[in-house]
């Protein structure tokens, strides 16, 4: 467990050093992914222009939540970029040689790539937390804090796991997996908005199928003071839970493997 | 000791007709074809042994080295390496092995060779002691003293296969495979590396399974031969079964592969 942890960080490492290689390259990706998602915000502005009120929650309020899950999805793009990919790595028979070495699949998956150019997207999503918490008058004690660490904590997990299903199905198929994008970049966009103004029906599809109410929606209002309970602040890490068929999806996937190329 | 007996290997692959209307079909309804690539092939290599892997495209060579070391689960028959079944003990068994794939890197390409060095020591938990000493040894015999500061991607073709050879080799495997090693090297570094593969099979009495479709490494490395086609073992001896007076073991090669029943013309390249 020690040694996986110090290789991992060595791995990382590698990967760092490697994205300096071309340091220009770089930048502009990062300039690029700050920018690119700007057009989220815009959307979310002009919506509220001509409403000022969504279901009890104002143009601040969604800031605050689109700015957590915009770092959620950044983080886990960013340290599980390895199955975010994984097609590519599957295609380029890379995933031979993961299987030639003595470690677990899954870490070396894990370190095979770290994407840090993904840090554009995670700023933009920390400056949108921070105007909404300077914007909103949130009452904040340390269960509001923990909360908020839960939250990023327990989505980064929850959209990692959705990578990890779909590198598991790549496994069966290396073609078609477009439509897993809806539960990943599907799930940013709408994730913008706290998950009820969709209804009840899709809010408890997010909440037992796959779990992304439990690190927005509900520690979102816990957060803004519409609720109060002593169990909000760890709901988010309940959708910990995801990680477990994800996985067993993913190790069931390599008995499937067929390699490619000679 | 390595040990298959009666291993059969099934592929199923995806086909279709070409053109757009097809690839449309295909969306909705696929149809696969099953690829035999090995039907039953049984051999036993014993330590220290240096045996080339021979067979034309398509043949099962590859497919034969990736159950042998461990990346594919055969569908049926037995195979034991070292008292391993290595597609079940892939954790412990791939310690004991090294493996180069000569049209396929494992270095990290962005960074100085002795970076992925480092890394592979922690990959295998190669103690630092033995680790110093394998680097400066292996960097010795493959001359990489001038090219271990140097990024794999600005490397030539030959240096980056002597890097890969010193890669595979950190962890003192007991069992080495090379997988095409000397595709697209030039004389010098074919001779170098054919030199140094021989002296560590003598020496350091490392088990050496290749695969090769130049038969020049086959005279120059293995005494013994293990010929595969259509998934089926043809021959298991030595270059002088294949060898006939007055031609090229290349022309000689073309004759038995046209001694089998429809073994040229028409191969399948396999996944």
Request: positive net charge; hydrophobic residues 45%; charged residues 25%.
């Amino acid at each position: 467990m020690r040694h996986g942890f110090r290789l991992y960080r060595h791995y990382i490492a590698i990967n760092i050093r490697s994205a300096m290689q071309y340091k220009s390259s770089f930048f502009l990706t990062m300039l690029g992914q700050l920018l690119s998602t700007v057009s989220t915000l815009f959307g979310v502005v002009f919506m509220f222009q001509r409403f000022p009120v969504v279901k009890g929650f104002t143009l601040n309020d969604v800031i605050l939540c689109c700015g957590i899950v915009q770092m959620q999805f950044s983080l886990s793009e960013m340290w599980a970029r390895g199955f975010d990919s994984f097609a590519q790595i599957v295609r380029k028979g890379e995933y031979d040689r993961v299987l030639l070495r003595p470690r677990n699949e899954i870490l070396q998956v894990f370190g095979a790539k770290f994407e840090l150019s993904r840090i554009g997207r995670l700023i933009q999503g920390i400056l949108m937390l921070a105007y909404g918490i300077v914007r909103i008058r949130i009452r904040w004690d340390f269960m509001k804090i923990l909360t908020l660490f839960n939250m990023i904590f327990g989505g980064t997990a929850l959209f990692t796991g959705l990578c990890i299903v779909r590198a598991g199905l790549c496994f069966f198929t290396l073609e078609g997996l477009e439509f897993m994008n809806i539960f990943t970049d599907g799930a940013r966009e709408h994730g913008k908005y706290p998950l009820n103004i969709y209804g009840e029906k899709f809010l408890l599809f997010c909440t037992v199928a796959i779990p992304y109410a439990l690190v927005q929606y509900y520690p979102l209002i816990y957060i803004l003071g519409q609720r109060d309970g002593c169990g909000y602040p760890f709901l988010p890490l309940l959708s910990l839970w995801f990680l477990i068929p994800s996985l067993a999806l993913f190790r069931f996937g390599v008995r499937h493997y067929q390699s490619s190329g000679s | 000791m390595i040990h298959m007996e009666n291993v059969v290997k099934t592929y199923k692959v995806a086909r279709r007709n070409a053109g757009a209307k097809a690839a449309f079909r295909a969306l909705f309804r696929r149809e696969y074809e099953l690829i035999r690539a090995l039907s039953g092939i049984s051999f036993t290599i014993e330590d220290g042994e240096m045996v080339a892997l021979l067979g034309p495209n398509g043949a099962g060579k590859s497919t034969t080295i990736k159950i042998l070391s461990g990346i594919l689960y055969p569908d049926s028959g037995r195979v034991e390496c070292n008292g391993f079944v290595p597609y079940k003990d892939r954790m412990r068994y791939t310690r004991e092995i090294g493996v180069v794939f000569g049209q396929r890197s494992q270095l990290f390409w962005d960074v100085p060779v002795a970076d992925s060095f480092e890394l592979l020591r922690d990959i295998y938990d190669i103690p630092e002691a033995d680790f110093r000493k394998n680097e400066a040894e292996l960097t010795e015999l493959l001359q990489l003293q001038e090219i271990l500061r140097t990024p794999a991607r600005q490397l030539s073709l030959g240096q980056r296969m002597r890097c890969e050879i010193a890669g595979s080799l950190l962890h003192s495997p007991k069992i080495l495979f090379l997988d095409e090693p000397t595709i697209g090297l030039d004389a010098v570094s074919k001779l170098a590396l054919r030199q140094f593969v021989k002296n560590l099979n003598e020496e350091k009495k490392t088990t050496v399974i290749l695969t090769t479709h130049d038969m020049q490494d086959v005279e120059a490395l293995s005494k013994r031969v293990i010929m595969i086609g259509k998934g089926k073992l043809l021959l298991d001896g030595t270059i002088d079964d294949i060898r006939k007076e007055g031609e090229s073991l290349d022309e000689s090669l073309v004759e038995f592969y046209e001694g089998i029943d429809g073994m040229t013309g028409k191969e399948e390249e396999q996944p």
